[in-house]
C-alpha cells in the first residue's frame, strides 16, 4: 500500500517539477525549478508563474534580421517619444520609471550625471596639464634665450588666462 502511494507522489513530483521548470524557462530565465516543482507542486508553479518576465538571457544574434530590425526601429521611436536607455541596454518607454533590470529612470540619469561630470573634470585636468606642460616649453625657450621675457609674460598670461 505505502509502495502505491511513494509511486504515485513521485509521479506527481516529476509532473509539477517539469511544469514549473517549463514557465520559468520559458519567462527567459536561465534556473533549475524541476525541485522546487517536485517537492512544492502547486506553490511553486504559482510562484514560477507569478515571476517577471525576463529574456536578457535570449540570444539576440540567433533571431532573425526582420526582428532585430524591428527591435531596433521600436527603440528609436521610444526615444523619440521622450524613452530613456537603460545601462543594461534596453529601451525604455517615456511612462515607465523602472526598467525590467531593476534600475530606476531617475538612477540611471544620476549615473549618467557622475559620469559627465568625471568626464568633464578629466577634460579638465588634461587641459590644465597641457597648459602647464606649455608654460614649462615657454620657461625653457626663455632660459635658453631663444624668446624674451616679455614674449614669455604674453604666452604665460595667455595660458593662465589672466
Same mark, same amino acid.
Not at 23 to 32: A, F, I, P, S
Given at each position: 500500500?505505502?509502495? *502505491?502511494?511513494?509511486?504515485?507522489?513521485?509521479?506527481? &513530483?516529476?509532473?509539477? #517539477? +517539469?511544469?514549473?521548470?517549463? !514557465?520559468?524557462?520559458? /519567462? *527567459?530565465?536561465?534556473?533549475?525549478?524541476?525541485?522546487? &516543482?517536485?517537492?512544492? #507542486? +502547486?506553490?511553486?508553479?504559482? !510562484?514560477?508563474?507569478? /515571476?517577471?518576465?525576463?529574456?536578457?538571457?535570449?540570444?539576440?544574434?540567433?533571431?532573425?534580421?526582420?526582428?532585430?530590425?524591428?527591435?531596433?526601429?521600436?527603440?528609436?521611436?521610444?526615444?523619440?517619444?521622450?524613452?530613456?536607455?537603460?545601462?543594461?541596454?534596453?529601451?525604455?518607454?517615456?511612462?515607465?520609471?523602472?526598467?525590467?533590470?531593476?534600475?530606476?529612470?531617475?538612477?540611471?540619469?544620476?549615473?549618467?550625471?557622475?559620469?559627465?561630470?568625471?568626464?568633464?573634470?578629466?577634460?579638465?585636468?588634461?587641459?590644465?596639464?597641457?597648459?602647464?606642460?606649455?608654460?614649462?616649453?615657454?620657461?625653457?625657450?626663455?632660459?635658453?634665450?631663444?624668446?624674451?621675457?616679455?614674449?614669455?609674460?604674453?604666452?604665460?598670461?595667455?595660458?593662465?588666462?589672466?
Amino acid at each position: 500500500m505505502w509502495f *502505491g502511494w511513494l509511486v504515485g507522489f513521485i509521479i506527481q &513530483g516529476v509532473i509539477w #517539477g +517539469f511544469a514549473t521548470d517549463a !514557465v520559468v524557462n520559458n /519567462k *527567459g530565465y536561465d534556473e533549475n525549478w524541476f525541485w522546487w &516543482g517536485f517537492f512544492f #507542486g +502547486f506553490i511553486a508553479l504559482i !510562484v514560477a508563474l507569478t /515571476k517577471p518576465e525576463c529574456h536578457s538571457s535570449y540570444d539576440y544574434q540567433a533571431s532573425s534580421l526582420l526582428s532585430q530590425v524591428a527591435q531596433e526601429e521600436s527603440g528609436k521611436r521610444m526615444l523619440r517619444n521622450d524613452g530613456w536607455n537603460c545601462q543594461c541596454g534596453r529601451v525604455n518607454p517615456s511612462y515607465t520609471g523602472t526598467c525590467a533590470c531593476g534600475r530606476s529612470k531617475d538612477m540611471v540619469n544620476e549615473q549618467k550625471k557622475k559620469v559627465e561630470e568625471e568626464k568633464k573634470s578629466q577634460e579638465k585636468l588634461v587641459e590644465d596639464n597641457l597648459k602647464l606642460d606649455n608654460l614649462k616649453k615657454m620657461k625653457e625657450l626663455l632660459d635658453a634665450g631663444a624668446i624674451t621675457q616679455e614674449e614669455y609674460d604674453i604666452k604665460k598670461k595667455q595660458l593662465l588666462d589672466i
